[in-house]
């Protein structure tokens, strides 16, 4: 086991800038998801640590060595791929095998260390089958037996979830959590899925066109994001975002919200950010008209329309509102999130929690 | 009567004068070397099945048949072997060693263009290059120029299938530990098995047929069975029977490459490795 240090991580293609100066600090036995939209280069940051791609710029550390030139097989990492990439003339056994018969391990201790690594992952009786035999989540766990094989001192994960169907991914989702908790070793996960690095991951770096935007705890990033990309990034559904200013310790808007900031600067534009959840329907709050009304058994999610301003709600309750009904919204004041509308930063140092 | 059976007689009409267009050359050609010269040039419809033409061919002291048979056995199987050789490394190469996008296709464009060449029109220069080394009526030579004159269509179809190999399982292998050499042996090879088989028949029967470049770098002892079966057009007589058996003959090992091959000509030997 190893921690990874990325210092200022630079790649480009020709001119493509695609990693513009990155830091990253996975602690040892730290699960960190790196998440991003398509394209903000947390594939290639990635495959950076896994010796895939070249480094550009920078330093990647695994452990107390750099390993910027040291070639894959010696970084002594592991990883496992979207689409599995299981050698598909081999069987179960001998893809998980593979590594260790390059490595020239006696054949008893391959078979040994193949069966315990099918038993932790519950492969013991597929061993003799072709990868084409298996279904999709047996093929996810013989690719993740395939890293743990090893023993790496890194596990590296490339979006691993995304070709499995959901109720399989909310499975496979526990399973990769309680095999860290398992085995303790230092994970960087891949995903474009913030629900997954939410669920899973001790620490989220979040990612957007080559630089990071926001490191942090799940809960840390869902309760203070640091701008406002990060603050619509993470959360489902997505935080709300209000255009407005703000005036004596008020935030007012011109669909006619007006919330108490606490002691806040004046200033002439600003944007309230606040999630769909800690909307509250108050009498005593402003009136929106209900577009949609979805019901998922569980929660109520409303769109509405706040004299142009879209909004969404969220509530536990199952409310009897049919479109067209008025409500009146009223935000809860201790979650509030002010951004810059200009450059997306936080406004201030108030945390969104009180 | 159904619907399906009414569309059904059209294609399968079509698909008779497609078979008949094939197999009457080859059946005509196979009956030819059972007839006699007399029968043959009259005309007959009907004759009587003789075996002296296959006969002469293959026993009789004036024919070396036999010879030139094992000659193009020689000089097929070697030079299909070291063409799949070298035409896999080089797809190898071109997909997987990130050279330059021009010289790939440069690469690939001299290759076409090389096989686009008559080999009529290398032989007289090969015949000097190698006379001057010394590999004038060898099988080496021989050898060499069939390798040589199959390798851009073996590199062409080997390409396609190195190409279709999923990327992520070689960086799989790279994860794994693998070098280059084992890449190419545990994972590439084994999943391009039938298309390696099929470049390798391809470029067998190519080398078996190949007559003007054989005709020129040949002599008596090295002969192939194409250069065999010309020579039985004489100056003043065309032997038409002997010619069909010893064409009859020929065809054999073609036939016997495709039926013992065919099996390993099967799709989806990657299915399951990726998604």
Not at chain 1, 219 to 229: E, K
Not at chain 1, 247 to 272: M, Y
Not at chain 2, 156 to 164: E, G, I, K, P, S
Request: hydrophobic share 50%; charged share 15%; aromatic share 6%.
């Amino acid at each position: 086991m190893a921690e990874v240090q990325i210092r200022d991580a630079r790649k480009s293609y020709g001119a493509v800038e695609v990693l513009r100066g990155v830091d990253v600090e996975v602690r040892d036995g730290e699960f960190v998801a790196l998440v991003g939209p398509s394209g903000c280069g947390k594939s290639t940051l990635l495959r950076m640590i896994a010796g895939l791609e070249g480094i550009s710029g920078g330093e990647i550390r695994i452990g107390a060595r750099v390993v910027n030139d040291i070639p894959p097989k010696q970084r002594d990492v592991a990883m496992v791929f979207q689409n599995y990439a299981l050698y598909p003339h081999m069987t179960v056994a001998k893809n998980m095998g593979f590594s260790l018969k390059l490595a020239g391990k006696p054949k008893d201790e391959i078979d040994r260390r193949v069966a315990a690594a099918a038993e932790i992952l519950d492969l013991s009786t597929l061993l003799d089958r072709l990868p084409r035999q298996l279904s999709g989540g047996q093929r996810q766990r013989v690719a993740m037996g395939r890293a743990i094989v090893r023993n790496p001192r890194v596990f590296l994960f490339d979006e691993p979830l995304s070709n499995l169907d959901a109720k399989l991914r909310v499975q496979m989702r526990a399973e990769i959590k309680a095999l860290h908790q398992r085995l303790g070793t230092t994970t960087v996960y891949v995903t474009h899925d913030q629900v997954e690095a939410m669920t899973m991951a001790d620490k989220i770096v979040v990612m957007r066109a080559g630089v990071v935007e926001q490191v942090g705890s799940p809960l840390d990033l869902y309760d203070h994001p640091a701008n406002m990309f990060v603050a619509g990034f993470i959360g489902s559904p997505a935080m709300n975002f209000i255009e407005g200013h703000i005036e004596k310790g008020r935030f007012i808007s011109g669909c006619g919200l007006s919330v108490a900031t606490g002691p806040t600067a004046d200033t002439a534009r600003a944007v309230l950010g606040i999630r769909p959840e800690h909307l509250t329907l108050d009498p005593a709050g402003t009136a929106a008209t209900v577009v949609v009304v979805e019901q998922t058994g569980s929660e109520t999610l409303l769109l509405l329309d706040m004299a142009g301003q879209k909004l969404t709600y969220l509530g536990r309750d199952r409310l009897p509102i049919r479109p067209g009904e008025t409500v009146h919204i009223l935000p809860d004041a201790t979650r509030l999130h002010l951004f810059d509308p200009q450059s997306g930063h936080r406004l201030g140092d108030r945390p969104g929690t009180a | 009567m159904s619907r399906r059976t009414h569309s059904a007689l059209p294609v399968h009409i079509t698909l008779a004068i497609g078979a008949a267009l094939v197999l009457v050359p080859i059946i005509w050609t196979v009956a030819a070397g059972f007839r006699t010269q007399i029968s043959l040039l009259m005309g007959d419809v009907l004759f009587t099945p003789i075996g002296s033409n296959f006969a002469e061919v293959l026993w009789s002291k004036t024919s070396d048949f036999l010879l030139n048979y094992r000659n193009s056995i020689i000089v097929g199987i070697a030079s299909t072997l070291l063409c799949v050789v070298v035409a896999t490394l080089a797809a190898f190469s071109l997909n997987r060693m990130r050279w330059p996008a021009w010289t790939v296709h440069l690469f690939l464009a001299w290759t076409m263009i090389f096989h686009m060449i008559p080999p009529v029109a290398l032989a007289s220069a090969w015949f000097t290059m190698a006379r001057a080394v010394g590999l004038e009526n060898t099988f080496t030579g021989l050898i060499l120029a069939h390798a040589t004159l199959n390798l851009p269509m073996a590199i062409w179809l080997m390409a396609v299938f190195v190409r279709d190999v999923p990327k992520e399982l070689e960086e799989a292998a790279i994860m794994d530990g693998a070098d280059t050499p084992h890449i190419l042996w545990h994972v590439i090879l084994p999943l391009i098995t039938p298309g390696l088989a099929a470049t390798s028949i391809l470029t067998f029967i190519f080398s078996w047929n190949e007559f003007a470049v054989a005709l020129t770098l040949t002599m008596k002892q090295t002969a192939t069975v194409p250069v065999a079966i010309a020579k039985f057009a004489q100056d003043f007589e065309i032997q038409y029977t002997q010619m069909a058996a010893s064409a009859a003959l020929a065809m054999v090992p073609a036939i016997l490459v495709l039926l013992v091959a065919q099996r390993y000509i099967v799709k989806g030997l990657t299915q399951g490795a990726v998604k």
